[in-house]
């Protein structure tokens, strides 16, 4: 259990690496710059359509930055044109500002006036490069229909990211309690009662990552855990309680507005409790006779197959930071019926007559994004 938890750890560690601090916005937007928000009668001009970057347009193209939007169409003889802009170039920095996507862009854009000379970063083909484009002014075409207040926000539902990730469970561990207490006591006075699992619940630690696969959908993974070990030198008895789960994710994002990034989805993967006790009947050794007669090493576990249904929501605190919340509900579905344990010698058997233990919880997480 430990080394599939481990897995599962490093899988999300590699979508956080791969992902994070890449605040692209992978719904296409497409629409023309020129259009200043001045007061004026007169506009600017410069004549491109341009839209965010996706994930997969971004691979075919070769394009391995983390910013940058797509210039998807270039006007005949306007002032891109005329600088050498071409289609499917990527525009990388405005006078020095890298641009992550249409709305910064928008922003910066807003500061232009007709007749400034800009200096535009370039990417085309596996090459960078500079230009200078002088844009143009025009008489601003009165708008009719829907007034643009009224229109729907198209905000941006991010890139992906990854983080450590905190989890409070309340899990049913009566039968793991129960199999606690009674570990050690034939072999001594102590046992392991005093270390019994909080039944009011649990923390865990772990960790989780996603990416956007288009349309508002994240794929990733996560996974957590919660151990303790417990050992008694009268006895020269130990024991180590494991509970964990991990899987795979799918949400669905909604961006409430550019602050606040909620979504729905689902975790399929696997869990479960790992209880392993070993003794040492003798301890007395002289070399090269090192083996110990009556000693014994067992673990006994319960799998689950696990589905938990979940709601987030993102609150970005700045461009490749925010916070992660979290809501819920582990349901497991056991692999095989009672407990199981496992020899020292790797055999796994049954256990006549153990419980059938529940695996479900209330699950809630706050912590730290990294990433869009």
């Not at 983390?66 to 169409?73: P, S, V, W």
């Not at 928008?106 to 007709?114: E, T």
Request: contains cysteine; negative net charge; glycine residues 12%.
């Amino acid at each position: 259990m430990k080394i599939r938890l481990l897995s599962l750890l490093l899988i999300s560690l590699l979508f956080s690496v791969l992902i994070a601090d890449n605040p692209h916005n992978l719904n296409p937007e497409m629409k023309m710059v020129g259009l200043s928000d001045n007061q004026s009668d007169e506009e600017v001009y410069f004549g491109i359509y341009i839209k965010d970057l996706d994930y997969p347009l971004a691979q075919e193209l070769g394009y391995t930055e983390l910013y940058g939007i797509l210039i998807t169409k270039v006007v005949k003889d306007s002032p891109a044109w005329q600088a050498g802009i071409k289609n499917n170039d990527i525009l990388m920095e405005l006078n020095g500002y890298p641009i992550f996507n249409v709305k910064e862009f928008d922003s910066i854009k807003k500061l232009l006036q007709p007749g400034d000379t800009i200096w535009l970063t370039i990417w085309r083909e596996g090459k960078t490069f500079d230009i200078t484009a002088k844009l143009q002014g025009r008489t601003k075409e009165k708008k009719t229909g829907k007034s643009e207040s009224n229109e729907k926000v198209a905000y941006p539902v991010g890139w992906g990211g990854g983080s450590w990730m905190p989890y409070w469970a309340v899990f049913p561990v009566d039968d793991v309690n129960e199999l606690i207490a009674h570990i050690g006591e034939s072999t001594g006075d102590k046992g392991f009662a005093h270390n019994a699992i909080n039944e009011d619940g649990v923390f865990m630690s772990g960790g989780g990552g996603k990416i956007n696969i288009g349309k508002g959908f994240f794929l990733g993974g996560v996974g957590a855990g919660y151990s303790f070990s417990d050992s008694d030198a009268s006895t020269h008895s130990k024991i180590k309680y494991n509970l964990s789960f991990g899987g795979v994710t799918l949400d669905k994002r909604y961006a409430i507005n550019k602050k606040f990034i909620g979504s729905l989805g689902i975790m399929l993967g696997s869990g479960g409790h790992e209880v392993e006790y070993s003794a040492l009947a003798n301890t007395d050794f002289n070399w090269p006779e090192i083996s110990s007669g009556g000693s014994f090493n067992v673990k006994v576990s319960r799998d689950y197959f696990m589905v938990q249904p979940r709601a987030e929501m993102l609150i970005r605190l700045l461009p490749w930071l925010g916070i992660q919340t979290e809501v819920g509900y582990m349901c497991g579905i056991p692999t095989h019926s009672g407990w199981k344990v496992q020899a020292a010698t790797g055999d796994v058997y049954s256990i006549d007559n153990s419980p059938d233990t529940p695996f479900h919880s209330l699950t809630i997480s706050v912590g730290p994004w990294f990433g869009f």
